[in-house]
């Protein structure tokens, strides 16, 4: 006999997952990252489901959660882009294992946990940068001095 019935909670764990991955997903899309809107809702979503269906398949299952981290490490490294001087990506790979976690976290019911690590994510993202632009307009700030001597 086919099992038709879906709880409410694990219903719920999804949409917080979704909202949560949107949120996330807007910030990034808003800054035209590779990995946008729908690819972080995915993700959250994704692990969401996976954490799911390991609890209902046997309890907590460890290696699941494992696997998760292991799959969603190798998508970030797609992310990744080395040039000669730079690498670009590192942000955005993190931004999928976060995302990730999130899922997880919304996956075994902890619902709140979950929007409070996507305003941590979203504050980190959102406030870093000017952190970051602060310490660029400081290493920019340099004097050279150049004399030359004609002999």
């Known amino acids: 006999m086919i099992d038709l019935t879906i ?7 999804m949409l917080v997952s979704v909202i949560c991955g949107g949120i996330i997903g807007f910030e990034r899309e808003y800054r035209n990252k590779s990995a946008g809107f729908r690819t972080i809702i995915l993700i959250s979503l994704g692990s969401t489901i996976f954490t799911i269906v390991s609890w209902h398949g046997s309890g907590t299952d460890d290696r699941i959660s494992a696997n998760i981290i292991t ?7 797609g992310v990744i882009f080395k040039d000669r001087i730079s690498v670009r990506g590192l942000t955005t790979a993190a931004v999928i294992w976060t995302s990730a976690a999130i899922g997880m976290t919304a996956g075994v019911g902890y619902h709140a946990l979950a929007f409070v690590l996507t305003v941590c994510t979203l504050c980190v993202l959102v406030m870093v940068s000017y952190v970051e632009k602060i310490i660029a307009d400081l290493q920019k700030e340099r004097m050279v001095t150049i004399t030359f001597i004609n002999n």
């Not at 709880?7 to 764990?13: F, L, M, N, V």
């Not at 799959?71 to 490294?77: L, Q, R, T």
């Open 7 to 13: 709880e409410i909670r694990d219903i719920i764990a």
């Open 71 to 77: 799959g969603i490490g190798f998508i970030g490294a």
